[in-house]
């Protein structure tokens, strides 16, 4: 029986002024997924118990970091928050890798999403504690399936010849 440990998933965001998609690792406390199942209850006239479907999602991905300036992902994650961005300005684009399952030649099995970035605290603490960054990442639309080179830090839509 294996376990799957967080180490073994990976999280990749793509910063406003890079080019590139940087880890979500040191100083990430939790960043965790929620699919928020959206459902449709219906109790019909011959039946005691009622029925629930699926109807869709709205998912999302609730964070919690110590604000360390020089990692990327959270600069830029406090700088949403702290100069108050919205719209597309707090727009991201965000990759989930599952390094647990099987590489191959374009990397390890992964999904994209575009993100509406929520930076709900920016707390500062009592004197001597870490700032904290927290809020939640917002799924926009349909993630894509694919592939996440750790290497090159490049994603691959499964669909790519």
Known sequence: MKQVIRNMIADYLKPADSEGFVLMGTGFNTLDESPNAQTDEKTYINQAS?????????????FDSDFI?????????????????TGEDAQRE?????????????????????????????????GGEVTNVS??????????????????????????G
């Not at 999403?113 to 603490?125: I, K, N, P, R, Y």
């Open 94 to 126: 965000y990759v989930r890798v599952e390094l647990f399952k099987t590489k191959d030649t374009k990397g390890y099995p992964a999904r994209k999403f575009t993100v509406s970035v929520e930076v709900s605290d920016l707390a500062t603490g009592d």
């Open 69 to 85: 300036e020089d990692e990327a992902a959270i600069a830029d994650l406090y700088a949403i928050g702290r100069n108050r961005l």
């Open 135 to 160: 809020g939640t990442l917002h799924q926009i639309g349909e993630f894509i399936e694919g592939f996440f080179d750790t290497q090159t830090k490049a994603f691959t839509a499964a669909n790519a």
């Open 50 to 62: 009622s029925s629930t479907s699926i109807k869709g999602y709205k998912p999302e991905f609730s």
